[in-house]
């Protein structure tokens, strides 16, 4: 037995009910750098910090007033005294013994933690060094720290500190509508844990301290930290990408669209009022002044052709910036309002019972703007002087599905993607607009906005149009801000 005692691996030290040391081993002697005979005899009080001797007594005589088998000092850092005079870390197990002439003692097995605990400030510095930003998260669902970077990367993105994350649930986080889906998703991640990426193929999103959401990446491993199994999440804020991936998808279009109206509907009145000139030219030449008086008229509705043109440009280019203005919204509201201030054409009916009357966020002057054009859309190509227009909104996820029917003449199938594009228009009634700039801007505000728009026709019998627009229910936050 007592070679047993002297040749184990870890520290053992056997202290009487004094406190004095009645044994030690050889790794308790080599781990406090005091050769074992010295020791014998002594206060067990010289193997820690000075500043913790007065207090010790007191711990002891706790400890053998209800003895136990425990940890000392659990929940808390251990430091032991090395002979050189430098404190070093420990973990303390304690055995409560009683001899056969029933003197009561204390078997203590100490661990030198230095290794350990170098490893834990590793970790803690690679993990406070990271560019990217972490956070672990036990299996109950709360945030047990976060690093440097989220609070530097998404601090300012999501209105978050990280000292004010630590110990709160995850669900924080969360968009509400996600809180019941995430619980069960995280708890079958603890199950089958692996290193893998969050909701792939999903759009993911954050909750910005003041309600707005963030789109970001996260990718998931499971860890042991302090002894306990937890989920290391890193969070990537992707909101600036995904706004160049739009912006750039945008340029683009915005090129092939800019190559098609350049050499097409800017060239042609340009060709006309040059015809128009050489014409003058010739009548000029020939005395027929009536013929130029003529053609200087007909040079006006050119320029000024050409002029609505660029201004129908500039327009879809502003369409293309993103607003933030939030605001509690709701549908019967934005559309009386576009009624009172373009009401419908006599003949026309407006149908909105089946509209969701729920006010949910959004930026109301361009969520206005596309139903006021899919409106006007809904008249100007209309095949007769009345008809109903029908407007209807539900709930799609996160998205408000708002749809504008009417019963017109309807798009050819095959046209139902072209007619988003700039300056195109199918329809020859003579109330439609002729620059095709509406159902374009249409399109832009609602994907610059984070929504999405479609057409469906016909809708019934071979007629109508139905414009599908999915209008973000909830605040989205960009690089731009």
Known sequence: MAQAFDAAAN?????????????????LSRMFGHPAKWLIGRSVDILLPEALRAQHVEHRRQFLAAPSRRRMGEGRVLNGQHALGHAFPVEIGLTPLLTPSGER??????VDMSDRHDLALAFQGLFDASPYGL??????????QSNAA?????????????AALRGQPLHQLVPQRHHAQHASLMQGYARAGGARMMGQGRDLTALHADGTEVAVEIGLNRVRWQGQAMTLAVVTDISARKRLEADLKQANADLQEFSYVASHDLRSPLRSIADLVEWMGQDLTDGKLDDVARNLARITPRIQRMESLIDDLLRYARAGKTDTDYRSVSLPDVLAAINELQP??????????SVDARAFQAVRTPLSTVLRNLLGNAVKHHDRGSGLIQVASQADGSHML???????????????????????????????????IGLALCKRMTETHGGHIDVVSPVAMGWGAQFRVWWPMYPRRTNDE
């Open 105 to 110: 003692m204390v078997l203590a097995s100490v």
């Open 135 to 144: 956070m672990l998260v036990d299996d109950a669902g709360v945030i047990v």
């Open 344 to 353: 419908l054409p006599d003949g026309f009916t407006l149908d909105m019972a």
């Open 402 to 436: 708002i749809t504008v029917t009417d019963d017109g003449p309807g798009a050819p199938p095959q046209a139902s993607r072209r007619i988003f594009q700039l300056f195109q228009t199918l329809s020859s009634s003579k109330r439609a607009e002729t620059s095709g």
């Open 150 to 162: 989220l609070g530097a990367a998404l601090g300012a993105a999501l209105g978050h500190e990280p």
């Open 11 to 27: 520290g053992f030290i056997l202290i009487s009910a004094d406190g004095a040391i009645a044994s030690v081993n050889q790794e």
